[in-house]
């Protein structure tokens, strides 16, 4: 075991570097001068030349490769372009409003997509089955930001029910806050709905066809006991397996859900650093995005490995 | 993708048993067996209307997409605009329907890149193994480390503004999918009986790749390929809605909407006909990918 | 029984209005802003929308009025002498920063050797670049001598350049600053939260013993516009800056929200780079204006919101009337194809109009799009990102930018730098000898009738060469809730809330 977690963990470091590189590389070939930027449209030449000099845009890539990572293994992700704060500092700020969607929009995501997966599987093949198949098909392709406006267009311009968008912590006003997360939730949540729920689906029906469960129902119990007690609790395995996955797609619909309902959590903040061109900030985002995942990843692998013997032997990897 | 269809990864392993399909039934049978499939049908159907559509876009279209039309600002349907007339007296049904050569173009040019990228290095990166697999493993897992649309994102501000990056960016981000599925092809083909039959006749590594295992990798390719074309026009709509993908005139579905949001409270029909028009292309195309991937895999059968 | 009801409303929105006689203590302001103010340092901001809380958090030397006049703030009084080179002002006593440094001719003193520090790298720079010497008199005279006279210096001095720092938070926080500012303001610093909120307090030793009512302000970014109106409706705000143009007949007669409009200070348009091709021919620059219809423009694009343009000076400007500036050309079709042959080209020719991203600019590019077609000038639109614009801009190295100037209250600052040989703002690299005497000339002539002569010959000759064309004027728009008295709208659009008080 401890050698699978070794060689696992090996296997990340390679992954980590490329991560960096790819990150790195990335914003250097941001078109934009980031001194122009940071300065805007007043700034004499000299504060521009001195500023560049300042952010090292004047050295080679690979020893601005060398000085970025040697920063950011110590924490620091470096200065925003934009408003002079630490780029980590901004994170850890927007970290809990990302946090708060998250959450609220993984319960929406499980409150539909746990019993429709089930019952889906339960009833194969009946209208059941199909209707929820197809919500999730059109759950998956309903695009984001459309669902967000027509939310938008009908919830809080045309019936009022719930604020347009916006964000207002919980501890200061937790009423609010939570009408200010529903529509937010309900869109980033029903996307991940559909995937859950296509996943929840397949692997029950695995589970329900195995002998364990054959046995079970023969021994007469009954089908809610079947379900719940001896299916689910096998069948739930890829749903969290896939943690890592479910996590990427929160992240990147948090861009777009966030972007439109206002709600200044991470993601707003990848659009705002990209489209002000804030390198420091975008490198942050994104960075921080894929470190989400690969240890999420990591953290699933060795959850894995540490309940189920067989991984340690099989070649489980990446 | 902005949605997770394009996450999903195809089972490799389940359509491997497709190469031995096809051969044992045949083109006919296969295409009996999509058949049977209902949704898929109907998935189809509404694909290859889309396409007519894009391809006839002058014809079909009532109006000039770009031209605007001072005297007739944001008019609500009617007879002569049916689907209402947007911020610069534009026919909206006009634009939606050159917004189909958009998306499809983005679909078909996008997943393009991806194959062309991912299809060799992948079969390469599979039939060699050893260091070059190795270095291209790690650096797929990082690219898939990265929230899809963060990564589109991030490349298609790199590219520079324009349709052209957009669909670059979103073929970049795509591309690791296709060398894993490729090389996945490969490892469960090179240790085949004929393969190494072949070997030892001498014949070459590249005819090999070639002529006995790309056949062989076309169907989960084919699958994958129509499952990301919806995702990447949900992605390039995303794009151009946060302003970096087409540029103005050009209707794009997604810049479309982009401007419709000032107007939710004026001229609703703005927002409603490009939002539903991805929705349907997109609906169609999983529908059509799904339908595939079940009349291929033996086992959902 | 309807007319009944009218008129009960009626009485009632007086009724709401004539309370406003006696100032009330207390409350929380929530102001809707249209974009994230980035930096809270007056001395290195360059977004427009920083200004806004600026008004609040900091004093200027001078300040001005409704009539764009200058008026006295940290300065009481000034005397200019030696020909317009020397200012001496009289400063204010008993005046602290937030941070109990005392504000006297020191501090003054200070506030513009950071202005002035190269290494610094201040964009007020170019602003104040004709000092030469600040020297304390006495506590609480300065006097400051210009390199040479510059009648726009008072009114560069209502602005940012004026806004007056802590001298001790500066020295300790350095660019800092711009994170934890520190002014004499009638409110403090509390906190900023990027994308969220900035949060200001009442500053309790504020000079002005009969302002500060407000007890806080929050100031929240809204980029869109229904966002930003919507959550005034829903009493989420108190004011908001800016409206979209649809809704602005409806908001004339809300019985709730007050709409105040006035002219702004604001001019947008197309800067045309002379120096090279297609551009360098003038012939080609005059068929594209005449191809515009600027009525036309304004009205599918803005409605009510702008007014057709064709100069720097917006009607709030004593140079407003200047001829040249305020009449507004005829489209002409058949001139711009008579243009287009002189010039050998009566097929027309094409060319990149670069523009910022956001709707109004993706708009109005596509208007002039379509008239300049109709006389065969193919337009190609590119969008590219506000700083890298700014660069290709200064670099000159486009061939069209669509990009204006938010304006300033004196009417050098709405030209001087953009049409001087080798000015800071300069995109077109025009240069005409001519146009920088007059412009020089303009800055040292006191007399608003001779000012007016200088910048209507510089007109005559910028609307015959082109180098710019002027498209529009917007107007400065800002709707109040129900509970905001006492609110003072300027042509500058700035939204200064020391005297005003919300009912409860």
Same mark, same amino acid.
């Given at each position: 075991?401890?050698?699978?977690?070794?060689?696992?963990?090996?296997?990340?470091?390679?992954?980590?570097?490329?991560?960096?590189?790819?990150?790195?590389?990335?914003?250097?070939?941001?078109?934009?001068?980031?001194?122009?930027?940071?300065?805007?449209?007043?700034?004499?030449?000299?504060?521009?030349?001195?500023?560049? +000099?300042?952010?090292?845009?004047?050295?080679?890539?690979?020893?601005?490769?060398?000085?970025?990572?040697?920063?950011?293994?110590?924490?620091?992700?470096?200065?925003?372009?934009?408003?002079?704060?630490?780029?980590?500092?901004?994170?850890?700020?927007?970290?809990?409003?990302?946090?708060?969607?998250?959450?609220?929009?993984?319960?929406?995501?499980?409150?539909?997509?746990?019993?429709?997966?089930?019952?889906?599987?339960?009833?194969?093949?009946?209208?059941?089955?199909?209707?929820?198949?197809?919500?999730?098909?059109?759950? @998956?392709?309903?695009?984001?930001?459309?669902?967000?406006?027509?939310?938008?267009?009908?919830?809080?311009?045309?019936?009022?029910?719930?604020?347009?968008?916006?964000?207002?912590?919980?501890? @200061?006003?937790?009423?609010?806050?939570? +009408?200010?997360?529903?529509?937010?939730?309900?869109?980033?949540? =029903?996307?991940?709905?559909?995937?859950?729920?296509?996943?929840?689906?397949?692997?029950?029906?695995?589970?329900?066809?195995?002998?364990?469960?054959?046995?079970?129902?023969?021994?007469?119990?009954?089908?809610?006991?079947?379900?719940?007690?001896?299916?689910?609790?096998?069948?739930?395995?890829?749903?969290?397996?896939?943690?890592?996955?479910?996590?990427?797609?929160?992240?990147?619909?948090?861009?777009? =859900?966030?972007?439109?309902?206002?709600?200044?959590?991470?993601?707003?903040?990848?659009?705002?650093? @990209?489209?002000?061109?804030?390198?420091?900030?975008?490198?942050?985002?994104?960075?921080?995005?894929?470190?989400?995942?690969?240890?999420?990843?990591?953290?699933?692998?060795?959850?894995?490995?540490?309940?189920?013997?067989?991984?340690?032997?099989?070649?489980?990897?990446? | 993708?902005?949605?997770?269809?394009?996450?999903?990864?195809?089972?490799?392993?389940?359509?491997?048993?497709?190469?031995?399909?096809?051969?044992?039934?045949?083109?006919?049978?296969?295409?009996?067996?999509?058949?049977?499939?209902?949704?898929?049908?109907?998935?189809?159907?509404?694909?290859?209307?889309?396409?007519?559509?894009?391809?006839?876009? $002058?014809?079909?279209?009532?109006?000039?997409?770009?031209?605007?039309?001072?005297?007739?600002?944001?008019? $609500?349907?009617?007879?002569?605009?049916?689907?209402?007339?947007?911020?610069?007296?534009?026919?909206?049904?006009?634009?939606?329907?050159?917004?189909?050569?958009?998306?499809?173009?983005?679909?078909?040019? $996008?997943?393009?890149?991806?194959?062309?990228?991912?299809?060799?290095?992948?079969?390469?990166?599979?039939?060699?193994?050893?260091?070059?697999?190795?270095?291209?493993?790690?650096?797929?897992?990082?690219?898939?480390?990265?929230?899809?649309?963060?990564?589109?994102?991030?490349?298609?501000?790199?590219?520079?503004?324009?349709?052209?990056?957009?669909?670059?960016?979103?073929?970049?981000?795509?591309?690791?999918?296709?060398?894993?599925?490729?090389?996945?092809?490969?490892?469960?083909?090179?240790?085949?009986?004929?393969?190494?039959?072949?070997?030892?006749?001498?014949?070459?590594?590249?005819?090999?790749?070639?002529?006995?295992?790309?056949?062989? $990798?076309?169907?989960?390719?084919?699958?994958?390929?129509?499952?990301?074309?919806?995702?990447?026009?949900?992605?390039?709509?995303?794009?151009?809605?946060?302003?970096?993908?087409?540029?103005?005139?050009?209707?794009?579905?997604?810049?479309?909407?982009?401007?419709?949001?000032?107007?939710?409270?004026?001229?609703?029909?703005?927002?409603?006909?490009?939002?539903?028009?991805?929705?349907?292309?997109?609906?169609?195309?999983?529908?059509?990918?799904?339908?595939?991937?079940?009349?291929?895999?033996?086992?959902?059968? | 029984?309807?007319?009944?009801?009218?008129?009960?409303?009626?009485?009632?929105?007086?009724?709401?209005?004539?309370?406003?006689?006696?100032?009330?203590?207390?409350?929380?302001?929530?102001?809707?802003?249209?974009?994230?103010?980035?930096?809270?340092?007056?001395?290195?901001?360059?977004?427009?929308?920083?200004?806004?809380?600026?008004?609040?958090?900091?004093?200027?030397?001078?300040?001005?009025?409704?009539?764009?006049?200058?008026?006295?703030?940290?300065?009481?009084?000034?005397?200019?002498?030696?020909?317009?080179?020397?200012?001496?002002?009289?400063?204010?006593?008993?005046?602290?920063?937030?941070?109990?440094?005392?504000?006297?001719?020191?501090?003054?003193?200070?506030?513009?050797?950071?202005?002035?520090?190269?290494?610094?790298?201040?964009?007020?720079?170019?602003?104040?670049?004709?000092?030469?010497?600040?020297?304390?008199?006495?506590?609480?005279?300065?006097?400051?001598?210009?390199?040479?006279?510059?009648?726009?210096?008072?009114?560069?001095?209502?602005?940012?350049?004026?806004?007056?720092?802590?001298?001790?938070?500066?020295?300790?926080?350095?660019?800092?600053?711009?994170?934890?500012?520190?002014?004499?303001?009638?409110?403090?610093?509390?906190?900023?939260?990027?994308?969220?909120?900035?949060?200001?307090?009442?500053?309790?030793?504020?000079?002005?013993?009969?302002?500060?009512?407000?007890?806080?302000?929050?100031?929240?970014?809204?980029?869109?516009?229904?966002?930003?109106?919507?959550?005034?409706?829903?009493?989420?705000?108190?004011?908001?800056?800016?409206?979209?143009?649809?809704?602005?007949?409806?908001?004339?007669?809300?019985?709730?929200?007050?709409?105040?409009?006035?002219?702004?200070?604001?001019?947008?348009?197309?800067?045309?780079?002379?120096?090279?091709?297609?551009?360098?021919?003038?012939?080609?620059?005059?068929?594209?204006?005449?191809?515009?219809?600027?009525?036309?423009?304004?009205?599918?694009?803005?409605?009510?919101?702008?007014?057709?343009?064709?100069?720097?000076?917006?009607?709030?400007?004593?140079?407003?009337?200047?001829?040249?500036?305020?009449?507004?050309?005829?489209?002409?079709?058949?001139?711009?194809?008579?243009?287009?042959?002189?010039?050998?080209?009566?097929?027309?020719?094409?060319?990149?109009?670069?523009?910022?991203?956001?709707?109004?600019?993706?708009?109005?590019?596509?208007?002039?799009?379509?008239?300049?077609?109709?006389?065969?000038?193919?337009?190609?639109?590119?969008?590219?990102?506000?700083?890298?614009?700014?660069?290709?801009?200064?670099?000159?190295?486009?061939?069209?930018?669509?990009?204006?100037?938010?304006?300033?209250?004196?009417?050098?600052?709405?030209?001087?730098?953009?049409?001087?040989?080798?000015?800071?703002?300069?995109?077109?690299?025009?240069?005409?000898?001519?146009?920088?005497?007059?412009?020089?000339?303009?800055?040292?002539?006191?007399?608003?009738?001779?000012?007016?002569?200088?910048?209507?010959?510089?007109?005559?000759?910028?609307?015959?060469?082109?180098?710019?064309?002027?498209?529009?004027?917007?107007?400065?728009?800002?709707?109040?809730?129900?509970?905001?008295?006492?609110?003072?709208?300027?042509?500058?659009?700035?939204?200064?809330?020391?005297?005003?008080?919300?009912?409860?």
């Amino acid at each position: 075991m401890s050698w699978y977690l070794v060689r696992r963990l090996l296997l990340t470091l390679p992954v980590l570097f490329f991560v960096s590189l790819i990150v790195f590389s990335l914003i250097n070939l941001i078109p934009g001068d980031p001194a122009r930027v940071m300065l805007g449209e007043e700034a004499s030449k000299e504060a521009l030349s001195a500023l560049r +000099k300042e952010m090292g845009l004047d050295r080679p890539m690979h020893v601005r490769y060398l000085l970025w990572l040697s920063h950011v293994a110590r924490g620091d992700f470096g200065r925003s372009v934009r408003d002079g704060r630490a780029v980590l500092d901004t994170l850890l700020l927007k970290l809990p409003v990302t946090i708060e969607l998250a959450i609220t929009s993984l319960l929406v995501a499980w409150i539909i997509a746990i019993p429709a997966g089930v019952v889906a599987a339960w009833k194969q093949r009946t209208a059941l089955d199909y209707a929820a198949t197809t919500a999730a098909l059109a759950g @998956i392709s309903i695009p984001n930001f459309w669902l967000g406006i027509m939310m938008i267009y009908l919830l809080a311009v045309n019936l009022r029910l719930l604020p347009p968008s916006g964000y207002i912590e919980p501890w @200061i006003d937790p009423v609010r806050n939570l +009408k200010l997360m529903v529509m937010p939730s309900i869109v980033l949540g =029903t996307a991940l709905a559909a995937l859950v729920m296509r996943l929840l689906r397949s692997s029950m029906l695995e589970v329900l066809g195995t002998d364990y469960i054959r046995t079970a129902r023969a021994k007469g119990l009954g089908d809610a006991v079947v379900l719940v007690r001896h299916a689910m609790k096998n069948a739930m395995i890829p749903v969290v397996t896939v943690m890592g996955l479910q996590l990427s797609g929160l992240l990147g619909g948090a861009v777009i =859900t966030e972007t439109i309902f206002a709600v200044p959590g991470l993601g707003r903040l990848t659009v705002e650093s @990209i489209l002000t061109r804030d390198y420091p900030m975008v490198q942050g985002v994104v960075l921080f995005a894929a470190l989400a995942v690969v240890l999420t990843n990591l953290a699933v692998d060795v959850m894995y490995a540490v309940l189920d013997p067989r991984i340690r032997l099989g070649a489980r990897t990446g | 993708m902005s949605r997770f269809a394009a996450d999903l990864p195809v089972d490799v392993v389940r359509l491997r048993h497709r190469a031995a399909g096809m051969r044992r039934y045949g083109f006919g049978y296969l295409l009996h067996r999509y058949a049977r499939n209902r949704l898929a049908l109907v998935g189809l159907w509404v694909v290859l209307g889309i396409v007519a559509v894009a391809l006839f876009a $002058s014809w079909v279209a009532p109006a000039s997409p770009i031209k605007p039309d001072f005297g007739n600002l944001l008019r $609500s349907p009617s007879a002569a605009h049916p689907m209402g007339t947007d911020d610069l007296g534009r026919d909206v049904l006009s634009r939606v329907i050159f917004g189909a050569r958009t998306a499809l173009l983005a679909g078909v040019l $996008s997943v393009g890149i991806a194959v062309l990228a991912g299809l060799p290095l992948g079969l390469l990166s599979g039939y060699y193994g050893g260091r070059l697999d190795d270095l291209l493993m790690r650096l797929t897992d990082a690219m898939l480390s990265f929230p899809f649309l963060v990564l589109a994102l991030a490349l298609a501000a790199v590219l520079g503004a324009g349709l052209d990056k957009a669909l670059l960016a979103i073929g970049i981000v795509f591309t690791p999918r296709f060398i894993r599925l490729a090389r996945a092809q490969v490892l469960g083909e090179r240790e085949q009986n004929y393969v190494e039959a072949a070997r030892a006749m001498g014949v070459g590594d590249g005819r090999i790749i070639w002529r006995h295992i790309l056949p062989n $990798s076309v169907s989960p390719i084919v699958v994958q390929a129509s499952l990301d074309m919806a995702g990447a026009i949900t992605a390039e709509a995303t794009l151009s809605f946060l302003g970096l993908g087409t540029q103005p005139p050009t209707p794009s579905w997604g810049s479309m909407l982009n401007i419709a949001q000032a107007y939710l409270g004026t001229a609703p029909w703005m927002a409603v006909w490009p939002g539903l028009a991805i929705f349907i292309t997109v609906l169609a195309l999983n529908l059509l990918g799904d339908g595939l991937r079940e009349a291929l895999d033996p086992r959902l059968r | 029984m309807k007319r009944a009801l009218w008129i009960f409303i009626l009485i009632g929105a007086l009724a709401v209005t004539s309370v406003s006689a006696a100032p009330q203590r207390g409350g929380t302001l929530r102001v809707g802003l249209n974009a994230d103010p980035p930096n809270m340092d007056p001395h290195q901001s360059t977004a427009a929308v920083d200004r806004q809380v600026f008004q609040n958090l900091y004093d200027k030397l001078v300040d001005i009025n409704q009539n764009l006049e200058i008026v006295p703030m940290l300065a009481t009084s000034w005397q200019i002498t030696d020909g317009g080179r020397t200012y001496t002002f009289k400063l204010r006593q008993g005046v602290v920063f937030h941070d109990g440094t005392p504000f006297n001719a020191d501090a003054v003193k200070f506030n513009f050797e950071r202005m002035l520090d190269k290494s610094f790298g201040s964009p007020r720079f170019n602003e104040v670049s004709l000092v030469t010497s600040v020297t304390a008199v006495d506590p609480y005279t300065v006097r400051i001598t210009l390199e040479k006279p510059y009648s726009p210096f008072l009114a560069v001095l209502s602005d940012r350049a004026g806004m007056m720092v802590s001298p001790a938070a500066a020295q300790k926080a350095g660019k800092g600053l711009a994170r934890e500012p520190v002014g004499t303001g009638p409110y403090k610093f509390v906190e900023k939260r990027p994308q969220e909120r900035i949060v200001l307090e009442r500053f309790d030793q504020h000079w002005d013993k009969n302002g500060g009512f407000v007890d806080r302000i929050i100031y929240r970014p809204f980029t869109d516009e229904n966002a930003r109106l919507a959550n005034l409706r829903a009493g989420e705000l108190d004011v908001i800056d800016q409206v979209a143009p649809a809704d602005i007949p409806k908001l004339r007669t809300d019985p709730v929200l007050r709409l105040l409009e006035r002219s702004g200070l604001e001019w947008q348009g197309m800067w045309i780079m002379v120096a090279g091709p297609p551009f360098n021919n003038k012939l080609l620059r005059q068929a594209l204006n005449a191809t515009i219809d600027r009525r036309t423009l304004v009205n599918v694009v803005f409605g009510e919101t702008a007014v057709p343009a064709n100069g720097p000076f917006p009607p709030a400007l004593f140079t407003y009337d200047v001829p040249a500036n305020s009449r507004i050309p005829e489209r002409n079709v058949d001139l711009a194809r008579q243009r287009l042959r002189d010039a050998g080209m009566p097929n027309g020719f094409s060319f990149t109009l670069k523009i910022t991203p956001g709707r109004v600019a993706q708009q109005v590019a596509q208007v002039i799009q379509s008239m300049a077609a109709d006389a065969g000038i193919k337009v190609n639109i590119e969008i590219v990102e506000f700083g890298a614009i700014l660069s290709q801009g200064d670099a000159h190295k486009f061939e069209a930018i669509l990009l204006g100037w938010s304006g300033r209250p004196d009417p050098d600052g709405n030209i001087y730098g953009d049409f001087i040989t080798d000015g800071g703002l300069n995109f077109s690299a025009y240069s005409n000898p001519r146009v920088d005497t007059l412009l020089d000339a303009a800055r040292i002539l006191t007399t608003r009738d001779q000012r007016r002569r200088a910048y209507g010959d510089v007109m005559n000759i910028l609307n015959d060469e082109l180098p710019y064309l002027f498209l529009y004027w917007p107007k400065q728009y800002k709707v109040l809730g129900p509970k905001l008295q006492g609110f003072v709208h300027i042509s500058d659009g700035m939204m200064r809330f020391r005297n005003t008080w919300l009912t409860p």
